[in-house]
């Protein structure tokens, strides 16, 4: 998994984003000073859908930022916003040292063709074009000339291995191909922010870890700063640096998998996640720490491995590991042992609640 | 059992039975109460010359630069067509049969056009078709262009809706006479014609189709950077290219229909006017000939622009079209000049079976004559003059005593209250049909029919539909056209009656035997392709002229569209419910009239809609065979030059059609889809 730096690619701050009769009329110039949850809950009484309601969040370059929720928690409306897709109520958003919020015309043409990409739920491919030239399309838009930008559609269709495809109409594709058609289109004018929304979700789930991983490996290669939508918890743990959920338009956590699997900051985030197995979800640098004294012997784990790989050693006896890299780090078995009880009591709970 | 709970609205049309009988009882007394009384009627039509005539005149030089547009290509496409040898011209039409719908297409090309070069028809052909052919890509263009502007504008919507439904019902004919002023005599006035009535399906094929271009196609178009118009060019439009072709589709069956009615103002030597001219020459090999031609054009173009609304793989890659149509082209060349055409043998062979056909008719005129007199004194004629006039020694054998007139009253008082009893709505429209059985549809108190429609369009429609009916029987009234109004509805609901009875019958056997069907579907589909002007020739040869032949060619082709709804219903009834029924155990005749027929109700609905819409706009061609309606008078106004009596008629048709459309269109069917 990439490793974000600490520079900021895209930062919101109290974006609101409300369907109905009239939005425009809540939001005067001088801004909203009532508490979110209070205005949120006017607007509902008054006929009006609050989709997005008082977000605030940064996205990192080169990290992978999911946001997560029930469908119609205003996932879609959000990464919409983002895109420039539908206009905001209120709030701000930069992008790139840019007010992404007040930008139009020509200048938002501009930042989508150069800087931005997008996959959609339901691909969006054109019904008309072949595999080809969908990819090739945006920059055919951009006016890129014939031979060069079928050059570079033939090399994003390579990269997600859809090279022997080239001539196929999205009709006689599956839906994977055709969502891989999708990626590599969005991928074709090198985007630096790159948002998914839901991009496997349409997709027969048997397929979906294989296409995880084939966008964990896409990523690997391109280090792109990703917005990812998904309303599947496991999906959002495999695949996030960070994770915002989502619930009735609001931000109610925002973290590491490992923060939001094991600190809910209420009942429902821990509901939420209570049907995830810790031991595959929580990874080995998510509980290492600074080695104390003698480093630990055995053979190191690596740090981005769920902890799970540690439990033949463990339950031979071993007490410490020692965490692969050079930053010193080691997993002790108390921690471990620790999330593995979390583990037992949900299971337990699980099986309560159904029988 | 309890008697069902009456309500609200039972009260107003039980009320408006008693007024409804109370006047017709009263009109025994009062004649003017009968028809519209004659000294109210206004003389609008000269009125309306008077204001019409000058602006169109005014218009003129207008009317002069748009003749010449269309004039131009006209003649380049006629000399275009006239010039190609017939060889090349068939090998050029196979090519683009093939490519669009393939090997099936193409052969069926080969042998049509085979067939109309043998007739010797081809130059007459190829002259209608250059007519299709500027009209076609005009009324493309435009209707494109209206339903891309009305998308972006959705306000003009509903405006333009309206606009387009008069633009299809008003008769061309009404309004031939003011095209004539303006854009004096010849193609033009006829090209325009077409061009009006066939732009509506573009538009709306336009606007369904970029209405349904998915948002994820705008949206991946958006972010891949596309501009206003090339989101419009490159991506919206090609997704919704094939609901654009279908439009194509639509647009060119309907300029040819067009193009071949509006023959009848002549000098294009066409084969539409050859048609006619056989027709009025009564030479029956000739004329069925040329409308042999004209379905045959009719199949080949509908095919053909149906086969380029199809997405898929195709026999042939456009270049290998290209290359072929150059071919042709050097065909043309190395062929031009000589005299190809086959010379009189087909005509002299059409003229031949003029014999036999006659033989024939002479042969089955019993037969016919049966069916006649069955459906003239059965149907037509208590529907035009009722059982009080129809009751005569002439007619009926026996006359119209007090005795009767009491047993009638009786009866259908009693079985009125019979069916009232269990279901108010039931009674009272017993109570209707008996009351317009004694006094026919034409002889109905002229207030009552004011009263009828007045308190059915405002309950369903509202004022705007209330405005609209009360204004189209008073033009009807004040313009003493009443009288055939009343007939006009009169033959329409005589022509809908047996439509249903015959086409509900095949819908209902179709929806049940999968093999009836498939049998009967190409049979539609022919029928629906094929221009209005065709169907009078079988009525015409059949049964002379008169009001009964008009009603068969309306039948004839008004018949589709309950076959196609009926069956499309019954199909269609929930599965779930259906299953229900048989678990209760109904019977195959409980279930089609208990389950399956009220769960089709709303297909049903639309099917008797369309039916009506199509005998409306058979009526202005039907009249060509006799008949003593409003499209007589249509006739009649276009025959004097009188464009104020042409228009007024045309516009009291197109309130009937637009009103009984309305009406039968409830609110949650008007978008629904037609079945295919
Ligand atoms: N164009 C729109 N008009 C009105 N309401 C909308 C529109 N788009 C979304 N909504 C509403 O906003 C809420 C959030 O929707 P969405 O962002 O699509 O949710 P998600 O993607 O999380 O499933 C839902 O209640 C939805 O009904
Ligand atoms: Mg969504």
Same mark, same amino acid.
């Given at each position: 998994?990439?490793?974000?730096?600490?520079?900021?690619?895209?930062?919101?701050?109290?974006?609101?984003?409300?369907?109905?009769?009239?939005?425009?009329?809540?939001?005067?110039?001088?801004?909203?000073?009532?508490?979110?949850?209070?205005?949120?809950?006017?607007?509902?009484?008054?006929?009006?859908?609050?989709?997005?309601?008082?977000?605030?969040?940064?996205?990192?370059?080169?990290?992978?930022?999911?946001?997560?929720?029930?469908?119609?928690?205003?996932?879609?409306?959000?990464?919409?916003?983002?895109?420039?897709?539908?206009?905001?109520?209120?709030?701000?958003?930069?992008?790139?040292?840019?007010?992404?919020?007040?930008?139009?015309?020509?200048?938002?043409?501009?930042?989508?063709?150069?800087?931005?990409?997008?996959?959609?739920?339901?691909?969006?491919?054109?019904?008309?074009?072949?595999?080809?030239?969908?990819?090739?399309?945006?920059?055919?838009?951009?006016?890129?000339?014939?031979?060069?930008?079928?050059?570079?559609?033939?090399?994003?269709?390579?990269?997600?291995?859809?090279?022997?495809?080239?001539?196929?109409?999205?009709?006689?594709?599956?839906?994977?191909?055709?969502?891989?058609?999708?990626?590599?289109?969005?991928?074709?004018?090198?985007?630096?922010?790159?948002?998914?929304?839901?991009?496997?979700?349409?997709?027969?789930?048997?397929?979906?870890?294989?296409?995880?991983?084939?966008?964990?490996?896409?990523?690997?290669?391109?280090?792109?700063?990703?917005?990812?939508?998904?309303?599947?918890?496991?999906?959002?743990?495999?695949?996030?640096?960070?994770? $915002? *959920?989502? /619930?009735?338009? @609001?931000?109610?956590? &925002?973290?590491? =998998? #490992?923060?939001?699997?094991?600190?809910?900051?209420?009942?429902?985030?821990?509901?939420?996640?209570?049907?995830? $197995? *810790?031991? /595959?979800?929580? @990874?080995?640098?998510? &509980?290492?720490? =600074? #080695?104390?004294?003698?480093?630990?012997?055995?053979?190191?784990?690596?740090?981005?491995?769920?902890?799970?790989?540690? *439990?033949?050693?463990?339950?031979?006896?071993?007490?410490?590991?020692?965490?692969?890299?050079?930053?010193?780090?080691?997993?002790?078995?108390?921690?471990?042992?620790?999330?593995?009880?979390?583990?037992?009591?949900?299971?337990?709970?699980?099986?309560?609640?159904?029988? | 059992?309890?008697?069902?709970?009456?309500?609200?609205?039972?009260?107003?049309?039980?009320?408006?039975?008693?007024?409804?009988?109370?006047?017709?009882?009263?009109?025994?007394?009062?004649?003017?109460?009968?028809?519209?009384?004659?000294?109210?009627?206004?003389?609008?039509?000269?009125?309306?010359?008077?204001?019409?005539?000058?602006?169109?005149?005014?218009?003129?030089?207008?009317?002069?630069?748009?003749?010449?547009?269309?004039?131009?290509?006209?003649?380049?496409?006629?000399?275009?067509?006239?010039?190609?040898?017939?060889?090349?011209?068939?090998?050029?039409?196979?090519?683009?049969?093939?490519?669009?719908?393939?090997?099936?297409?193409?052969?069926?090309?080969?042998?049509?056009?085979?067939?109309?070069?043998?007739?010797?028809?081809?130059?007459?052909?190829?002259?209608?078709?250059?007519?299709?052919?500027?009209?076609?890509?005009?009324?493309?263009?435009?209707?494109?262009?209206?339903?891309?502007?009305?998308?972006?504008?959705?306000?003009?919507?509903?405006?333009?809706?309206?606009?387009?439904?008069?633009?299809?019902?008003?008769?061309?004919?009404?309004?031939?006479?003011?095209?004539?002023?303006?854009?004096?005599?010849?193609?033009?006035?006829?090209?325009?014609?077409?061009?009006?009535?066939?732009?509506?399906?573009?538009?709306?094929?336009?606007?369904?189709?970029?209405?349904?271009?998915?948002?994820?196609?705008?949206?991946?178009?958006?972010?891949?950077?596309?501009?206003?118009?090339?989101?419009?060019?490159?991506?919206?439009?090609?997704?919704?290219?094939?609901?654009?072709?279908?439009?194509?589709?639509?647009?060119?069956?309907?300029?040819?229909?067009?193009?071949?009615?509006?023959?009848?103002?002549?000098?294009?030597?066409?084969?539409?006017?050859?048609?006619?001219?056989?027709?009025?020459?009564?030479?029956?090999?000739?004329?069925?000939?040329?409308?042999?031609?004209?379905?045959?054009?009719?199949?080949?173009?509908?095919?053909?622009?149906?086969?380029?609304?199809?997405?898929?793989?195709?026999?042939?890659?456009?270049?290998?079209?290209?290359?072929?149509?150059?071919?042709?082209?050097?065909?043309?060349?190395?062929?031009?000049?000589?005299?190809?055409?086959?010379?009189?043998?087909?005509?002299?062979?059409?003229?031949?079976?003029?014999?036999?056909?006659?033989?024939?008719?002479?042969?089955?005129?019993?037969?016919?004559?049966?069916?006649?007199?069955?459906?003239?004194?059965?149907?037509?004629?208590?529907?035009?003059?009722?059982?009080?006039?129809?009751?005569?020694?002439?007619?009926?054998?026996?006359?119209?005593?007090?005795?009767?007139?009491?047993?009638?009253?009786?009866?259908?008082?009693?079985?009125?209250?019979?069916?009232?009893?269990?279901?108010?709505?039931?009674?009272?429209?017993?109570?209707?049909?008996?009351?317009?059985?004694?006094?026919?549809?034409?002889?109905?108190?002229?207030?009552?029919?004011?009263?009828?429609?007045?308190?059915?369009?405002?309950?369903?429609?509202?004022?705007?539909?209330?405005?609209?009916?009360?204004?189209?029987?008073?033009?009807?009234?004040?313009?003493?056209?009443?009288?055939?109004?009343?007939?006009?509805?009169?033959?329409?609901?005589?022509?809908?009656?047996?439509?249903?009875?015959?086409?509900?019958?095949?819908?209902?056997?179709?929806?049940?035997?999968?093999?009836?069907?498939?049998?009967?579907?190409?049979?539609?589909?022919?029928?629906?392709?094929?221009?209005?002007?065709?169907?009078?020739?079988?009525?015409?040869?059949?049964?002379?002229?008169?009001?009964?032949?008009?009603?068969?060619?309306?039948?004839?082709?008004?018949?589709?569209?309950?076959?196609?709804?009926?069956?499309?219903?019954?199909?269609?009834?929930?599965?779930?419910?259906?299953?229900?029924?048989?678990?209760?155990?109904?019977?195959?005749?409980?279930?089609?009239?208990?389950?399956?027929?009220?769960?089709?109700?709303?297909?049903?609905?639309?099917?008797?809609?369309?039916?009506?819409?199509?005998?409306?706009?058979?009526?202005?061609?039907?009249?060509?065979?006799?008949?003593?309606?409003?499209?007589?008078?249509?006739?009649?106004?276009?025959?004097?030059?009188?464009?104020?009596?042409?228009?007024?008629?045309?516009?009291?048709?197109?309130?009937?059609?637009?009103?009984?459309?309305?009406?039968?269109?409830?609110?949650?069917?008007?978008?629904?889809?037609?079945?295919?």
């Amino acid at each position: 998994m990439a490793q974000a730096s600490s520079r900021i690619m895209l930062s919101c701050k109290h974006l609101w984003k409300v369907f109905g009769p009239r939005p425009a009329y809540y939001f005067d110039t001088a801004g909203y000073r009532i508490d979110p949850e209070a205005l949120a809950a006017r607007l509902r009484g008054e006929g009006h859908i609050p989709a997005v309601v008082d977000a605030s969040f940064d996205v990192k370059q080169g990290e992978i930022f999911v946001i997560m929720g029930l469908s119609g928690s205003g996932k879609s409306t959000l990464v919409r916003c983002l895109s420039r897709l539908l206009d905001i109520e209120y709030g701000t958003m930069e992008f790139d040292g840019q007010d992404l919020a007040r930008i139009s015309g020509r200048d938002l043409i501009e930042i989508r063709r150069r800087k931005m990409g997008m996959v959609f739920q339901s691909f969006g491919l054109m019904p008309h074009l072949t595999a080809l030239e969908n990819v090739a399309f945006p920059l055919k838009l951009q006016g890129v000339a014939r031979s060069e930008r079928e050059a570079r559609a033939r090399e994003m269709l390579e990269l997600v291995e859809l090279g022997s495809r080239l001539d196929a109409l999205p009709s006689q594709l599956s839906g994977g191909q055709q969502q891989r058609v999708g990626i590599a289109r969005s991928l074709a004018p090198d985007p630096d922010l790159w948002f998914l929304d839901e991009p496997f979700s349409a997709l027969d789930p048997l397929i979906h870890r294989q296409m995880q991983d084939e966008f964990l490996r896409l990523q690997n290669q391109l280090k792109k700063t990703i917005v990812f939508i998904t309303h599947d918890i496991m999906e959002a743990c495999r695949l996030a640096d960070r994770i $915002a *959920l989502m /619930r009735g338009g @609001r931000i109610i956590q &925002l973290g590491t =998998p #490992a923060e939001i699997l094991l600190s809910p900051v209420d009942d429902y985030v821990a509901d939420f996640t209570a049907e995830v $197995a *810790l031991s /595959r979800a929580i @990874r080995v640098r998510d &509980l290492a720490r =600074p #080695a104390q004294g003698e480093p630990p012997e055995g053979p190191p784990v690596p740090a981005a491995a769920p902890i799970e790989v540690v *439990l033949p050693a463990l339950a031979a006896g071993q007490r410490r590991f020692r965490v692969e890299g050079d930053g010193g780090l080691e997993l002790e078995a108390g921690a471990v042992l620790e999330v593995l009880q979390r583990d037992a009591r949900h299971g337990f709970r699980a099986d309560g609640a159904s029988a | 059992m309890t008697a069902p709970r009456v309500r609200a609205w039972h009260r107003v049309w039980g009320g408006m039975l008693a007024l409804s009988v109370l006047l017709v009882a009263l009109a025994q007394q009062f004649p003017q109460l009968g028809g519209f009384p004659t000294g109210l009627v206004l003389n609008l039509s000269d009125w309306l010359n008077a204001a019409v005539t000058p602006a169109f005149e005014a218009a003129r030089p207008l009317g002069v630069l748009l003749s010449a547009l269309a004039e131009t290509p006209l003649a380049a496409i006629r000399s275009a067509l006239a010039w190609a040898p017939w060889p090349a011209a068939i090998l050029a039409v196979v090519l683009i049969a093939l490519y669009s719908g393939g090997w099936r297409l193409a052969l069926f090309a080969a042998a049509a056009l085979g067939t109309v070069v043998a007739m010797g028809y081809w130059p007459k052909a190829m002259n209608t078709l250059a007519l299709v052919l500027v009209s076609v890509p005009a009324a493309v263009g435009i209707g494109f262009a209206l339903g891309a502007l009305a998308y972006r504008f959705p306000r003009t919507q509903p405006a333009l809706i309206v606009m387009l439904d008069v633009m299809q019902t008003w008769p061309a004919f009404g309004y031939l006479i003011p095209l004539l002023i303006l854009f004096g005599f010849g193609p033009t006035a006829g090209l325009a014609a077409s061009v009006i009535f066939s732009v509506p399906p573009m538009v709306r094929n336009t606007l369904v189709g970029l209405r349904e271009v998915p948002p994820a196609i705008v949206e991946s178009a958006l972010m891949a950077g596309a501009r206003p118009g090339q989101l419009f060019w490159q991506a919206m439009v090609p997704s919704a290219l094939p609901q654009l072709l279908v439009g194509v589709n639509q647009t060119t069956m309907a300029s040819l229909s067009m193009v071949i009615i509006i023959a009848i103002i002549g000098g294009f030597n066409d084969i539409g006017w050859e048609v006619l001219s056989a027709m009025r020459a009564a030479e029956l090999g000739r004329s069925l000939g040329a409308g042999l031609v004209i379905v045959l054009i009719a199949v080949l173009l509908d095919r053909i622009t149906r086969g380029f609304a199809r997405r898929g793989p195709r026999v042939m890659q456009a270049r290998w079209l290209l290359a072929g149509l150059v071919l042709a082209l050097v065909v043309a060349l190395v062929l031009s000049g000589q005299d190809l055409l086959p010379g009189e043998q087909g005509q002299r062979w059409l003229r031949r079976i003029d014999g036999w056909l006659l033989d024939f008719v002479a042969w089955s005129a019993p037969f016919f004559a049966v069916l006649r007199n069955a459906i003239t004194y059965g149907v037509m004629l208590p529907m035009r003059i009722g059982f009080s006039g129809s009751a005569s020694p002439m007619v009926w054998g026996f006359a119209l005593t007090p005795e009767i007139t009491a047993a009638y009253v009786l009866v259908s008082a009693a079985i009125a209250l019979l069916l009232g009893w269990r279901s108010p709505q039931r009674g009272i429209i017993a109570g209707f049909a008996a009351l317009l059985f004694w006094t026919g549809l034409p002889g109905f108190p002229w207030p009552g029919v004011f009263l009828v429609v007045g308190v059915a369009t405002w309950r369903k429609g509202g004022t705007g539909l209330f405005a609209l009916a009360m204004g189209g029987l008073a033009l009807a009234g004040l313009s003493g056209l009443w009288v055939p109004m009343m007939q006009s509805v009169y033959l329409c609901a005589v022509a809908v009656l047996i439509c249903f009875a015959i086409g509900g019958a095949l819908g209902v056997i179709a929806a049940e035997s999968d093999r009836f069907s498939a049998f009967l579907r190409p049979i539609s589909d022919t029928l629906q392709t094929m221009p209005q002007f065709v169907f009078l020739i079988p009525a015409l040869m059949l049964f002379k002229v008169g009001e009964f032949t008009a009603l068969i060619a309306i039948v004839l082709y008004a018949v589709v569209p309950p076959i196609r709804y009926v069956e499309h219903g019954l199909r269609n009834a929930r599965a779930d419910l259906v299953e229900a029924g048989v678990q209760m155990g109904a019977t195959t005749w409980q279930m089609l009239w208990q389950v399956k027929l009220p769960l089709a109700r709303s297909s049903v609905l639309l099917g008797l809609n369309q039916t009506i819409m199509a005998a409306l706009s058979m009526l202005v061609i039907a009249a060509l065979v006799g008949t003593r309606e409003l499209g007589q008078q249509v006739y009649v106004a276009l025959s004097r030059a009188d464009a104020g009596a042409g228009l007024i008629s045309g516009a009291i048709i197109t309130c009937v059609a637009l009103v009984s459309d309305r009406l039968l269109r409830s609110r949650s069917s008007i978008h629904r889809k037609v079945p295919e």
